[in-house]
Antibody, heavy 125, light 107 residues
Framework: EVQLVESGGAVVQPGGSLRLSCAAS????????MHWVRQAPGKGLECVAL????????YYADSVKGRFTISRDNSKNSLYLQMNTLTTEDTALYFC??????????????????WGQGTLVTVSS | DIQMTQSPSSLSASVGDRVTITCRAS??????LNWYQQKPGKAPKLLIY???RLHSGVPSRFSGSGSGTEFTLTINRLQPEDFATYYC??????????FGQGTRVEI
């Protein structure tokens, strides 16, 4: 059974830092790209960052570029999100999600086929 | 960035109804469109990928169609457990990808 378990959420002051972790099990971790997706209270879903299977390619939303860093440790089946210079706009439930990893002859189709339960980050003074 | 617009933003329906949700993209994106269901306090679940493919374990009353800029999610014979918020998401552009704003299906 695929399981993704996030941790590290907390209340932090504006300008502070936080590191989120996601422990993966039930599948071959380094077969999949991984994502962080967030959801502000009462709002929709926002893709935050993506990392490919071996960590050599990363992508970030413009809203977090230069402040957040996604990384992974395949030996530990773990995904991370280092968040610096946090603002109140970063307050959200942060989910880690496994990439769909679906291919057809027409190309690669990305998406999120399994999600963790989320970890809450609250940025407040 | 590709903008995704869902309609309606919310709808009311009854058990047994057929429900259709539309997602429009700001530019053509072939079939690079996924649908998710989210219930309050829970993580989203993948329903449909590549516009029309049913994810493993998803009931067959859910179906997806469309290509290019217009896509639909149809729920046949709405069940009590289907009352939730539904999101479309594109994976055509360079990541990170974008979601629609969501459609809330209420009793």
């Amino acid at each position: 059974e695929v399981q993704l378990v996030e941790s590290g959420g907390a209340v932090v002051q504006p300008g502070g830092s936080l590191r989120l972790s996601c422990a993966a099990s039930g599948f071959t971790f380094d077969d999949h790209s991984m994502h962080w997706v967030r959801q502000a209270p009462g709002k929709g879903l926002e893709c935050v960052a993506l990392i490919n299977w071996d960590g050599t390619d990363t992508y970030y939303a413009d809203s977090v570029k230069g402040r957040f860093t996604i990384s992974r440790d395949n030996s530990k089946n773990s995904l991370y999100l280092q968040m610096n210079t946090l603002t109140t706009e970063d307050t959200a439930l942060y989910f880690c999600a496994r990439d769909l990893n679906y291919y057809e002859s027409s190309g690669y189709y990305g998406g999120f086929d399994y999600w963790g339960q989320g970890t809450l980050v609250t940025v407040s003074s | 960035d590709i903008q995704m617009t869902q309609s309606p933003s919310s709808l009311s329906a009854s058990v047994g109804d057929r429900v259709t949700i539309t997602c429009r993209a700001s530019e053509s994106m072939k079939k690079y469109l996924n649908w998710y269901q989210q219930k309050p306090g829970k993580a989203p679940k993948l329903l449909i990928y590549a516009a029309s493919r049913l994810h493993s374990g998803v009931p067959s009353r859910f179906s997806g169609s469309g290509s290019g800029t217009e896509f639909t999610l149809t729920i046949n014979r709405l069940q009590p457990e289907d009352f939730a918020t539904y999101y479309c998401q594109q994976s055509y552009s360079t990541p990170p990808w974008t979601f629609g704003q969501g459609t809330r299906v209420e009793i």
